[in-house]
Each structure stands twice: as structure tokens, then as C-alpha cells.
């Protein structure tokens, strides 16, 4: 729903400014590298040392990038497999910063080894739930399911959450528990969409092996006649 609905949405909010930095000379893939680079830096810097608020506020900045860059090389007419490529592999180098970056809080002055596990767990899945997608459409079949919690999700739910529970540093009781909550939210979330991928592309392939026997009878059946 995020994807379709909020993505096309910013993108149009974003276009004036992918023109500006096309008149600027910047390229699409500085706009990628840049807007991973932050997206780290605030996930690395902030999180380990409990400032959730100011690391979301880092994050949200530059993680608007993956907009950006998209925009901008259709804008130029320069969509490319390198492109393509290139943003969807430092997607998972942001993704796991921020889950990183939890976990490294909580197996330190968080000090909660439960929590660090689940945030481990969400980098972990995430990046499954990921695999699974290219993995099966690399051998052919379309993997056609929207699942449940996918990148997009994972973002908003932990960083919004991350944002709030920040306010306990300004005084706001009792709200840092959004952030266990939204851990354990994904966690599931990312469980439930990757045994989602699995049983598409297991089903998938089925009907794909299927389909080819049936091709094989048939020419077989016109090579008799």
C-alpha cells in the first residue's frame, strides 16, 4: 500500500527538485550514494547512543534519495540495469545500518540481549524477504504477491517509531516502549512475508514445471502424428 500509494505521491512532490539538481549537474547515482551514505551515518552515529529522535529526523532526510534518484534518470531518459542495480543494493546496505544500529544499542546501554536478538532478526529477514523476490524472478517466474510488511513498511513503522520513543529524552514519559513494540511488529511482519515469497515461488514453479510437461506431451503427441 506504501509503495503504491505514498510512493507515487512523494515522487510528485520530489520532481521540481530532481529537475533543480539535473540543471545542477548532478547525476542520479551521486543522488543514490549520497542518500546512503547519510542514511548510515545517521543510523551508526545516533542509534548506538539511544538518540532515536535525531537520528530519525538524519535518516528521514536522506532516505528520500530513493525517490530522488529514480526521478531524476527518468527525467533524463537513463534508466539502466547498472542504476537499477546499483539503488537496490545500497537499499540493503541503509536497511541493515538502521536494524545495525538498534541492535547496537540495545547490546549496549539499551541493554536488552532480547531486543538485540530481534533487531538482528529483522536485518536478517529483511534481507531474505529481499533475496527471495530477485532470487525467484532471476529463475524465471514473476513472484507475484504483495507481502505483508516489505521495505517500505519496515521503514515507517521503525523509524516512526524511533522518532517518538526519542521524545523521552525531552521529557515524554513512557513513550520509548513504541520502540519494543515496533521491533517485534516487524519481526513478525518480515516472518509472515517471507513464508509469503516462499509459498508463491514454490507454487510458482510448481505450475511453471507443469506447464513445460505439458508443452513436451503435446510436441511429443504432434511428433507421433
Known amino acids: 500500500m506504501l509503495n503504491k500509494y505514498a510512493r507515487a505521491f512523494f515522487t510528485r512532490v520530489l520532481t521540481p527538485f530532481a529537475a533543480f539538481l539535473i540543471r545542477r549537474g548532478v547525476s542520479p547515482d551521486t543522488v543514490t550514494l549520497l542518500g546512503t551514505a547519510g542514511v548510515v551515518a545517521g543510523a551508526l552515529v545516533f542509534f548506538p547512543r539511544g538518540e532515536f ?7 528521514t532526510l536522506f532516505v528520500f534519495s530513493d525517490l530522488v534518484d529514480g526521478n531524476m534518470a527518468r527525467q533524463l531518459g ?8 546499483l539503488d537496490s543494493t545500497l537499499d540493503r546496505v541503509a536497511d541493515g545500518a538502521v536494524f545495525g544500529g538498534f541492535a547496537l544499542w540495545y547490546a549496549g546501554n539499551g541493554n536488552n540481549d532480547v531486543l538485540c536478538a530481534v533487531s538482528i532478526f529483522c536485518l ?8 527471495t523476490k530477485a532470487r525467484g524472478e532471476s529463475i524465471g517466474l514473476p513472484v507475484a504477491v504483495n507481502g505483508l510488511v516489505e521495505r517500505a513498511e519496515r521503514l515507517v513503522i521503525l523509524l516512526v517509531a524511533a522518532g517518538l520513543a526519542g521524545f523521552h529524552k525531552f521529557g515524554v514519559p513512557g ?5 519494543p513494540i515496533a521491533l517485534w511488529a516487524v519481526a513478525v511482519g518480515s516472518l509472515v512475508t517471507l513464508v509469503q515469497r516462499v509459498v508463491t515461488v514454490r507454487r510458482e514453479s510448481a505450475e511453471a514445471e507443469a506447464a513445460a510437461e505439458r508443452e513436451k506431451a503435446s510436441h511429443g503427441s504432434e511428433a507421433a502424428q
Open 53 to 59: 529522535f535525531w537520528g530519525t529526523i538524519v535518516i
Open 124 to 131: 536478517a529477514s529483511g534481507q531474505v524477504v529481499s533475496y
Open 175 to 179: 513513550i520509548q516502549i513504541l520502540l
Open 78 to 85: 537513463r534508466t539502466s540495469r547498472w542504476g537499477a542495480f
